[in-house]
């Protein structure tokens, strides 16, 4: 009897196993295809078809590490999407702490109502946006795409923290304001350390969405802040498009989320659901 | 959680408010101005009244970008919510394995969009991509800057493999939330792999199934960077969908007033989509205790 179900257990593993192991060579096929031509030269992409490169090249990757107008578009992509960290951070910790913590007159209107942003279509956005900066002579810089993401990014940011903000018993807060705690001194000493990793998770979040981000970022610069997506547009040459650098452009994108995807993996779900799982 | 009732908490929410007002409402108030106004240039407008919104009414165009969006939306839906459910249930439940898998799985989600079309449109191409090539060599005609089903097929699997992770996720957590001592019932019960995923696990995931489907359909209805770098919304108009059509009538031909009327429509649509989702979702979090 235990040996039938002992094998039926392990059939079973391995029914679950072919599974995910067709499940994510769908996944890594396109990316590894992406990587591999990036690794090759152009005459190789070209002119014969191979499954991994024969002439292993790093040209593509120097090219980009060493040219200014391409890798001042990751500069800009960084600078923007550091900006629109810090700013949708700074105005959500308050916020989110008021939504979790305290009801007042229009807080369940106001909430549904920094949702919407989130829901906001970017292209609606996009014209108003392109003639609101340029009024104001913000047109092309950093500043201008950071508060344009903003649209996004702050509902999500005071979303996800309030999720987080709700584990943090109540008591906590009546104790220390009882020690004599003012509240600037109780949000910063006391409730932002407990809070560090709902921070943290919500960091990576707006660093995300920010970064994918294109139409927006590219209908509101043209040369000083243009980011590394509208860059990659540029491969497009006399010669034809050079395969090998937009391969290499493209892996260098998916970077900073490899780099940190293992830190966040329990998390991802949670972000991406406006932290309602 | 009971809270106080605090109005002072409205100086913490402040900085959130001039903020969003200053991205969202000046700008959609600008809209809401270009859709009842006409110029003839010179920064002259006059009083249109709602000309725009009953020619766009009229408009096959519009009409047509949203038939497609439709029915992209309701495709990706049909294939992305079944196949993330049932990649779900595959997933191993702890330990090394399920850290791997949930990496890689997450990994197409933190792909800048654009790359997410750049990867398919190489992996697509006959001369130098992976799938065209095998496709061609197999003898099948599959050419997506051409044919129309080619394109559709195109867009629809690279949506698929952008977004079918975040469903597998959304679900798999709640999965993780179901104790032991259900399975074990229902091992008592005998009951059949079926029957367990139709009594115990289905129940338990319609919250976040929910959620899963309103931000799939949502952001597909939203789409744009992925089906512009691919096929630029070709051939012919095939796959221009919403989004896609705005862009070209606002920034492509500056024709302002029928631009900002559909926008508004456009907005409208998600903004009634919205309270849906709100109100699930807080039924939800009351059903749960929260």
Redesign the interface.
Known sequence: MSVSVQKRGGFRIKGNAIVMGLYLLFLLLPIYWLLTMSLKTNTEILNTFTLWPRDLTFDNYLTILTDASWYTGYLNSMAYVVINMVISLAVALPAAYAFSRYTFLGDKHLFFWLLTNRMAPPAVFALPFFQLYSSVGLFDTHIAVALAHCLFNVPLAVWILEGFMRGVPKEIDETAYIDGYSFPRFFIRIFTPLVASGIGVTAFFLFMFSWVELLLSRTLTSVDAKPIAATMTRTVGAAGIDWGVLAAAGVLTIVPGALVIYFVRNYIAKGFALGRV | ?N????????F??L???V??A???V???M??VNYSVQDTFGNNQFFWAGIDWFREMMDSERMWDALGRQIAFSAIILAIEIPLGI??AL???KRGFWA?F???????????????VG???Q??GRV?????G?TLDAMGIDYNYTQNFYAAWITVIVMDV?HWT??VA??A???LQSIPDAYYQAAKIDQASRWAVFRFIELPKITG?LM??IL?RF?DS??I??EPFVVTGGGPGNSTTF???D??KM??GQFD?GP?AAF?IM??LV??L???V??TV?TNL?KRDG?
């Open positions: 959680m809270k106080t009732v605090n109005q002072k908490a409205w913490l929410i900085p959130v408010l903020l969003v200053f991205s969202a000046i700008p959609l600008t809209v049932f990649v595959n997933m191993p850290s898998c949930l990496v890689l799985m997450s990994l197409p989600l933190l792909i800048p969009w654009n790359v750049t990867i398919w190489i992996f001369d130098i991509g992976l799938l090539y493999w992770s975040l996720l959304l798999y957590a709640g976040v959620i899963a931000l949502m209805f939203m744009y960077t919403l989004s896609i705005l862009v606002a920034l302002l631009a926008s456009y907005y998600i903004l989509i919205s309270y989702f709100y979702m979090d929260h």
